[in-house]
C-alpha cells in the first residue's frame, strides 16, 4: 500500500474530519434535576449519575454529539439541561 504525502500529512489524513473543540457544552441546573435519568438513556457517554455525591454530572469532552445533547434537553421533564457558553458565561443558547 502506498501512502502520498501532501505537504507532511498522508493522504488519508487529509480526508479525516476530527471536529475541532466546540465553543459551547451542555450543562445541567442542579437545582431543578430530579434524577430522572433520562438524559442518562439518551446519551451515556455525555452524562453521568456520581453516585457518591448524588447528582447528575456532564462528561469531559472536546466534542459533544449536539444531536443527542438536544435530544437530552427536548426530552428532560424538569428543563434542567442546557447549553453553556464555554466561557463561562452561563447564557442558555
Known amino acids: ?13 487529509e480526508n479525516l474530519k476530527i471536529p475541532k473543540k466546540q465553543a459551547h457544552r ?21 452524562f453521568q449519575f456520581n453516585e457518591a455525591a448524588g447528582y ?3 462528561c469531559e469532552l472536546d466534542y459533544y454529539d ?4 438536544d ?3 427536548k426530552n428532560c421533564p424538569e428543563d434542567c ?3 453553556e457558553i464555554d466561557e463561562g458565561t452561563n447564557q442558555k443558547i
Request: hydrophobic share 40%; aromatic share 6%.
Open 56 to 58: 447528575l454530572e456532564i
Open 1 to 13: 500500500m502506498r501512502i502520498h504525502m501532501l505537504y507532511g500529512k498522508s493522504e488519508s489524513q
Open 26 to 46: 451542555p450543562a445541567v441546573d442542579l437545582t431543578r434535576c430530579t434524577r430522572c435519568g433520562g438524559c442518562l438513556e439518551v446519551a451515556p457517554d455525555i
Open 66 to 69: 449536539e444531536s443527542l445533547v
Open 81 to 83: 439541561l442546557y447549553w
Open 71 to 73: 435530544e437530552a434537553i
